[in-house]
């Protein structure tokens, strides 16, 4: 044989052995394989949401990297391989499910994300029908929680918007409340306010509450604090709201103004995702209406997830802020719900792994993942992590108060324990709306009225006078309404007609199939 033909053999059956040929080298990379979970990451690359790429990568991680150095959270020869893409908070969510794929003719082991409701419902469902886990910290809306059917293989590691409705029931079976306003901003694409306010409504309507439901565009600049403030005069004396928290303490400043903050109405402001962009509420900015906003704020109550600290979280927290301020990000709330949320998914889909595993099945089984990611409870990056048997976080609330109105003080004044259904006022702290501050009467409802005392009662020449001027006016005023509701009806059929034409993520919310009791009622 010749040199040269001797030395291009050696060099063939030499990149055959390197590349793994042979049936020795087919089952060392089928067995690589199998222990190499593919986790495919979709959220947005803005920055502009709270769980975008570059605020929650750092988190993911730190969890990934936490069990590979504990030796203990994956099987041996066990590794995560995380592949990231933009879901835009739409339908590119699915496209870079279907390209990923296509192109590696391979489906992935996990699915972390969408957050966005109307990026999630398709990814969903075909994560149902891949059987594919996915777990996610969004998708919160109510019609995610009938797991079902098509959203069988998903899993929520945060507390649904309906959880957040119990902690609200809890509270008014506190206080033997039974009507309430609900009132939102509606601004914004994803509609967070909105899809919490249904969670809401949902909990509510199944134990026949009575409810006025009141929404706005805080965008809008068009938008009358005062006249949203009326509304609020002619329906339920208990409210609930969610909006900014600019808006919220807006809301608190007119409701002062005309009232409203003597004890004949109570305010609840929900923060959302543990986040100051939705309102801590703290009334303090430093202008001139500080002192003002200090009493109003006397009748607010602000629900919030209740925050445990373990020093493994410090160190967490100092990690993601570091990380994320490397992409120069600079901000309030480094550490939100999704930033942890995302952090105990990989945790749970570890121990839902091993279980698995155990039983002689294998990442590709992923109902079988699914169904041991619930009814579990484990230690999350900030405390106990408990899943119920739906596949839904139960939500453990804070209610935070003002406790001491001379000095403006702010304190947790009671906490909501979702697994156990029981809500507490702790003992430590002086509840503020005890011994008579509210005089809320249920027994009716009627619009606001001034209590200002009357100078005169008695009927003079004047009276007559007034009457025969109140009478012209009375009629003046029926004419004047007249063509204000025909030309009212006008405007709204126009209004209806034009939101018809621009339904855009309203109508592709029904075409998900997101099912919204909310808009129904």
């Known amino acids: ?39 495919l990451v979709l959220l947005p690359q803005d920055d502009a949401y709270l769980f975008s790429l570059g605020r929650v990568r750092p988190a993911i991680e730190y969890a990934v990297r936490s069990l590979r150095e504990s030796g203990s959270g994956l099987p041996p020869g066990y590794a995560f391989q995380l592949t990231y893409e933009d879901s835009a908070c739409g339908n590119r969510a699915l496209f870079s499910l279907v390209d990923m ?6 489906r992935p082991d996990l699915l972390l994300g969408p957050v966005c409701e109307y990026a999630a419902a398709p990814v969903a469902r075909l994560a149902a029908h891949w059987d594919v886990p996915m777990l996610s910290a969004g998708a919160l809306a109510a019609g995610f929680g009938a797991k079902g059917g098509e959203y069988s293989h998903l899993t929520r590691v945060a ?165 994320v301020q490397k992409q120069g990000l600079r901000e309030d709330d480094y550490v939100n719900m999704f930033v942890e949320g995302f952090h105990d998914a990989i945790l749970l889909y570890a121990l839902a792994l091993q279980e698995v595993l155990k039983f002689g099945f294998s990442k590709k089984d992923g109902e079988k993942i699914v169904q041991q990611t619930r009814n579990r409870t484990y230690e999350g990056i900030a405390g106990q992590v408990s899943i119920d048997a739906n596949g839904d976080r139960y939500g453990d609330f804070s209610v935070i108060a003002m406790t001491d109105p001379e000095a403006g003080t702010q304190e947790v004044i009671g906490d909501y324990y979702g697994k156990q259904g029981r809500f507490e006022i702790r003992s430590n702290v002086k509840y503020p709306w005890n011994h008579g501050r ?64 621009n339904m855009g993520k309203h109508r592709q919310l029904r075409e998900d199939s997101i099912r919204s009791h909310f808009s129904a009622a």
């Open 159 to 323: 507390p649904a918007y309906a959880k957040m409705g119990e902690m609200l029931l809890a509270l008014f079976r506190h206080h033997q409340w039974s009507r309430a306003t609900l009132l939102y901003s509606d601004s914004n694409p994803e509609r967070n306010c909105y899809f919490a306010m249904e969670g809401v409504h949902v909990v509510f309507q199944d134990e026949a509450f009575h409810m006025a439901v009141h929404s706005f565009d805080e965008t809008s600049r068009h938008l009358d604090i005062d006249d949203v403030v009326r509304a609020l005069q002619a329906g339920e004396r208990v409210v609930i709201m969610c909006a900014s928290g600019d808006t919220i303490r807006n809301i608190m400043l007119a409701a002062h103004r005309q009232g409203m903050t003597n004890g004949d109405y109570a305010f609840f402001n929900i923060e959302l995702f543990n986040s100051s962009s939705y309102g801590n509420g703290s009334w303090r900015r430093g202008d001139k209406h500080d002192l003002e906003a200090k009493k109003a704020y006397s009748y607010l109550q602000t629900i919030t997830l209740l925050r445990t600290v373990k020093p493994e979280f410090e160190k967490f927290s100092l990690e993601v802020k570091s990380s």
């Open 101 to 106: 794929v296509a192109l590696q003719r391979r």
């Open 1 to 39: 044989m010749p040199p040269w033909l001797l030395g291009s053999l050696c060099c063939v059956l030499a990149a055959r052995a390197a590349l793994g040929g042979g049936p020795a080298g087919a089952e060392a990379a089928e067995e690589e394989e199998e222990k190499l979970i593919r986790v």
């Open 438 to 501: 509210l005089r809320i009467d249920e027994s009716r409802v009627s619009e606001h009225t001034n209590n200002t005392p009357c100078k005169s009662c008695g009927l003079g020449e004047s009276a007559v006078t007034g009457i025969v001027v109140g009478a012209l006016l009375g009629a003046g005023l029926l004419m004047a309404f007249y063509f204000f509701r025909k030309k009212y009806r006008i405007t709204i059929e126009r209004r209806t007609q034009q939101e018809d034409c």
